[in-house]
């Protein structure tokens, strides 16, 4: 599957901001959709994932209660709705894709074999 991710910008702190992945190919059901975000000179950390086939949802702890990740099968789209945005939320994300991830490996960006183009998130304070 091919990941394009979009909707990155400038908020200022306690904003909010939501962003798309657009996904290719008729398995979007199927797969793990997952957000991870990444600042200059640290590895990408996981953010927040949605099981494919209706599955369940799990989150980052810094993030948890501030974003929810969402997903239309129909529309072959994943989201990302960023609440109470903070200046330490600042990075890029990327969205990511697979079939196969086991429950063990969802907060593992190894475990993704698909990858967005990144969108840069900036909170201001």
């Known amino acids: ?51 494919g086939n209706g599955g369940s949802t799990y989150y980052a702890d810094s993030v948890k209660g501030r974003f929810t990740i969402s997903r239309d099968n129909a529309k072959n789209t994943g989201y990302l709705r960023m609440n109470s945005l903070r200046p330490e939320d600042t990075a890029v994300y990327y969205c990511a894709g697979s079939s196969s991830v086991i429950l063990s490996s969802v907060r593992l960006s190894r475990a993704y074999g ?12």
């Open 1 to 51: 599957v091919q990941l394009q991710a979009s909707g990155g910008g400038l908020v200022q702190a306690g904003g909010s901001l939501t962003l798309s992945c657009a996904a290719s190919g008729s398995t979007f059901s199927r797969q793990t959709i997952a957000w991870f975000r990444q600042t200059p000179g640290n590895e990408r950390e996981f953010v927040a994932a949605f099981r």
């Open 114 to 125: 698909s990858w967005g183009q990144g969108t840069l998130v900036t909170v201001s304070s």
